[in-house]
């Protein structure tokens, strides 16, 4: 036997290597094989429920990391919810109706004019679930778990017919109707927009002040004044019918030259300086009150503009007068409607003037700005053109600019039930608290939801027409309409006559001769996803409402937080949420957004093949998602690294506890050494702190955080680097050794547990080098902090030794660097300490050599020319005296005092230990 076989060295099989792109693939399908995601459902019947429901992301394309994080999120709040005694089915979703679908198609050259419609809806439903295979593909390679072969999309029967319960719902509480009213229209997608889908860019537009000639004056203003308005879309000034003023405000009647100008005297001075007046006369004074019903020219059409007031009208820009197009423009609406204006539109769906634009007809809206500033300008009416870059809405899709256009649409009635969606607000937990202020404010400024779409790729509004026009929506034709989505999908209502969608033997007043239409319109896509609370939460056996949890990104504020609980309460009186987290976005590594032109997206599956699903895992561990994160190689590469510190450490307790069997081995924490107490307090002190302030709060960075420091300073830089002279040197069954190994095994243990949420493979992996009784950690429960004796006035100690310590760790330093040692088992420390110094160390009971990883250690009263002062500790390093253990590697004086001249090589301690443990080597020698 040689020497170097006396020694305790651990041994493993667990690869230092990880190799996860390929070793994950192989976990994942024996997860599969095994169905561990049934067993842990089956594990947690009965237990008290915890539900995070799936925003659905959109099926097309394949995942990007914004996905990632996301996914990623509620995995690691799924898994570790059913490690905490919670039963938690994960059941996912995918949104599939909508325009990106219909987009796709045209690029590949399927024109939906060209063909039977049930046809195109077909290929649109295949593409969709094709996207859905894909994405599932993405999100299972990356370790999520869930029920992944059930999951809900938004294009099946059962999920489009309750969808259609709950548009009768609020049809039959009154939140239903039609109306034409200004909505968002984006010409590029030809449809209606929610406020959801709309983002704002900078865009350069025309500044005009125009002059509109009084016709009618009320005997107030003479017919040679003319009003001046300002506006900022010359391409409305077709549909202009009238122009609002202040009631309250003065106006001014001002000459300049040979004409008289109407203005606003609080924003004379402001317009004067822009339009160019050096000189100007105030002729005539009036209130805004005083010019309402008078009438003034169109500057280009045979017609005259009726002057109304409204408190829309402010002095914050413009000229107090305020051009007015009923058709384009909210506040325009409200006020033309009270006066009795018709509501004129005359822009097509593409963006087009219509014949009721006389001189534009067949012109795009924005082609018309230059003709009508330049006839503007002929006639004398043009007082200034400039331009200026404004922020300007924009569909958030296509990102081309939006515009106000009044057309028939469908509405949910926000105003009806309002207070009721802001009280349950109130209610909901919010775990980003500013989430909760942006939401409020949203629905309280929320015009009403435009819900119907001019698309074809969606679920239809369930709404028929009698002959005389009437709108039919009952609860009788709902529960057709939803029975029969659900026995054959939504397809039949485009496959079918009107009167075949209706219940047999159905008539109504308003058809004397039982002829019926079908509304043509679909519904928004918000109103789908919007809609899953019914549709998943409430039929699902294995689900229920409310949801504890919904997580999604910070732009669901708009989206789905917002429609969600919009229907949910108009139908329940609840929100569907009882607590609601949102996510920044995912930024390059200078903090810029991804984007195919800047070359600066990276994809999942491109860190996968190079780094591993749990690579991707830790970094989405690693950041703060409250706001947003970046990404970059680089930052994963440095994530690879902290990984690559976990495994290394996590591989030395498995090796180190390979001979150590618990239900036989473990040392009662009572017996253990005080070191081993503070260890085994500090293990509880982590698995607290990581369930309480990390899993229980989602806060992922601190269970990052908490769980590298322990593993980096406490374990590695501390505890497990003096344990290679005990572990390794003592007796295979010594107590110290046992004491130890209870420690690092429990540690082991508790922090694969604690892991497995976050690096499921790499948990799985290390809990194959265990002796628990689980198959899998995801079987296992999460550790119980434990509470012990004395254990506040125990970490005291050694915090106060540590202290110490890192001053001894300096000296040591020093003299490494004035070659006075090499390794520190050369050294000799002697402390020259103070009374309290002396009073710690003794108390400790411990060889403090040992800890401070040194050949010999003194406590002294005499300074020398040697000492180094850090603080209150005074110490001096010196080249320990003796010889080198070949065993043990300490120096020593005692090597050789041994008679055996087998053991002539090695220490007193080490000869004790061989004398005892291995008595027939010691006699026959050791091999060179």
Not at 128 to 133: G, I, K, N
Not at 225 to 251: C, H, K, Q, R
Not at 423 to 448: A, F, H, Q
Request: glycine share 6%; proline share 4%.
């Amino acid at each position: 036997m040689k020497m170097k076989e006396t020694l305790n060295l651990g041994k493993t099989a667990f690869p230092m290597r990880a190799n996860l792109p390929n070793r994950e693939v192989a976990w994942q399908e024996e997860w599969e094989t095994s169905e561990v995601y049934a067993k842990r459902q089956q594990l947690n019947e009965g237990k008290p429920t915890f539900i995070l429901h799936d925003g659905p992301p959109y099926a097309n394309g394949n995942i990007h990391l914004g996905h990632s994080l996301n996914k990623i999120s509620k995995d690691i709040i799924v898994r570790s919810k059913s490690m905490s005694g919670f039963r938690t089915p994960y059941v996912p979703g995918w949104d599939t109706h909508g325009l990106p679908i219909e987009q796709v198609l045209t690029n590949k050259k399927i024109n939906r004019k060209e063909m039977e419609l049930s046809a195109y809806l077909e290929e649109c439903r295949k593409y969709a679930l094709s996207q859905v295979d894909t994405q599932r593909a993405d999100f299972k390679r990356l370790g999520v778990t869930g029920d992944w072969e059930n999951p809900y999309i938004t294009l099946n029967p059962e999920y489009e017919a309750a969808q259609i319960r709950v548009f009768g719902k609020m049809a039959e509480n009154g939140y239903i109707y039609k109306g034409l009213k200004p909505i968002y229209w984006s010409p590029s997608s030809e449809s209606s927009l929610a406020e959801a889908e709309i983002e704002y860019k900078d865009v350069k537009s025309p500044s005009i002040y125009v002059a509109f000639k009084v016709v009618d004056g009320k005997g107030i203003l003479s017919d040679d004044v003319e009003m001046v308005i300002w506006t900022t879309t010359p391409w409305t000034l077709p549909a202009n019918l009238g122009i609002s003023v202040n009631p309250d405000f003065d106006y001014a009647v001002v000459k300049v030259d040979n004409r008289k100008f109407v203005i606003a005297q609080v924003m004379l001075e402001k317009v004067a300086n822009e339009i160019g007046w050096t000189e100007f006369e105030i002729v005539q004074t009036l209130k805004g009150l005083d010019m309402e019903y008078m009438t003034a020219q169109h500057p280009f059409y045979d017609r005259t503009s009726l002057v109304m007031v409204g408190d829309h009208v402010t002095d914050e820009a413009g000229t107090g007068l305020v051009h007015t197009a009923p058709g384009h423009g909210e506040d325009d609406y409200h006020v033309g409607k009270k006066y009795g204006l018709a509501i004129l539109s005359p822009v097509d769906s593409r963006g087009v003037y219509t014949d009721e634009a006389p001189l534009f007809t067949g012109m795009f809206y924005d082609k018309a700005n230059p003709m009508i500033t330049e006839m503007l300008e002929k006639s004398g009416a043009l007082l200034k053109l400039d331009f200026f870059t404004h922020s300007y809405p924009h569909d958030w899709r296509t990102k081309k600019p939006v515009i106000f256009r009044a057309t028939p649409q469908w509405f949910a009635s926000i105003d009806k039930f309002r207070q009721n969606i802001l009280d349950e607000v109130e209610k909901v937990d919010w775990i980003i608290p500013w989430g909760k202020t942006r939401l409020y404010n949203m629905v309280r400024d929320r015009g009403d939801w435009v819900i119907s779409r001019q698309r074809a790729w969606g679920v239809p509004l369930p709404i028929f027409y009698a002959e005389n026009g009437e709108e039919i929506i009952t609860p009788e034709t709902i529960a057709h309409v939803a029975q029969l989505f659900s026995e054959h999908g939504s397809i039949i209502w485009w496959n079918r006559e009107a009167k075949d969608l209706l219940p047999e033997g159905f008539t109504h007043a308003g058809s004397p001769n039982g002829i019926f239409t079908k509304e043509k319109d679909i519904m928004d896509v918000w109103f789908d996803s919007g809609s899953s609370h019914e549709a998943v939460l409430r039929q699902r056996e294995e689900l229920s409402f409310p949801a504890d949890l919904y997580l999604e990104g910070s732009d669901q504020y708009r989206g789905w937080f917002n429609s969600s609980i919009t229907t949910s309460v108009a139908i329940n009186g609840v929100a569907p949420y009882k607590a609601v987290l949102s996510q920044g976005f995912v930024l390059d590594g200078e903090g810029r957004k991804m984007s195919k032109s800047l070359g600066n997206v990276i994809l999942p599956e491109k860190v996968v093949k190079q780094f591993g699903a749990d690579i991707l895992r830790l970094w989405v561990a690693s950041v703060d998602s409250e706001a947003d994160v970046r990404v970059s190689m680089d930052i994963l590469t440095q994530v690879a690294e902290v990984y690559r510190k976990i495994r290394n450490t996590m591989r030395f307790l498995i090796a180190n506890t390979s001979d150590f069997t618990p239900n036989t081995n473990a040392v009662p924490f009572e017996e253990l050494r005080s070191v081993d107490k503070y260890m085994m307090i500090r293990l509880n002190e982590v698995i607290r702190s990581v369930r309480e302030k990390g899993y229980d709060k989602y806060n992922f960075i601190h269970i990052y955080k908490t769980i590298v420091n322990f593993l980096t300073v406490d374990l590695s830089q501390f505890y497990l680097d003096f344990a290679k002279d005990v572990v390794y040197i003592e007796a295979e069954n010594a107590h110290s050794r046992r004491a130890m190994q209870t420690v690092m095994y429990e540690t082991l243990v508790a922090l694969t547990k604690l892991l497995a949420p976050i690096l499921p493979h790499t948990a799985e992996e290390i809990w194959k080098e265990t002796k628990e009784e689980e198959e899998f950690v995801q079987l296992s429960e999460f550790p119980t902090a434990r509470s012990f004796a004395d254990e506040q006035a125990i970490l005291e100690q050694w915090n106060a030794f540590l202290d110490f310590r890192d001053d001894v760790l300096k000296g040591l330093e020093n003299a490494r660097n004035e070659k006075v040692i090499g390794k520190s088992l050369e050294a000799k420390v002697t402390v020259f300490a103070t009374e309290a110094q002396k009073v710690l160390l003794e108390s400790l009971n411990a060889d403090i050599a040992q800890l401070l990883i040194v050949s010999e250690f003194e406590l002294s009263t005499d300074a020398n020319n040697d000492t180094q002062t850090f603080g209150d500790t005074k110490l001096s390093v010196t080249h320990a005296t003796g010889e080198v253990c070949v065993r043990c590697r300490a120096t020593s004086t005692t090597v050789g005092d041994d008679e055996n001249p087998h053991l002539k090589d090695v220490c007193h301690k080490c000869a004790e230990i061989l004398k005892e443990n291995f008595a027939e080597e010691v006699m026959s020698g050791f091999e060179e």
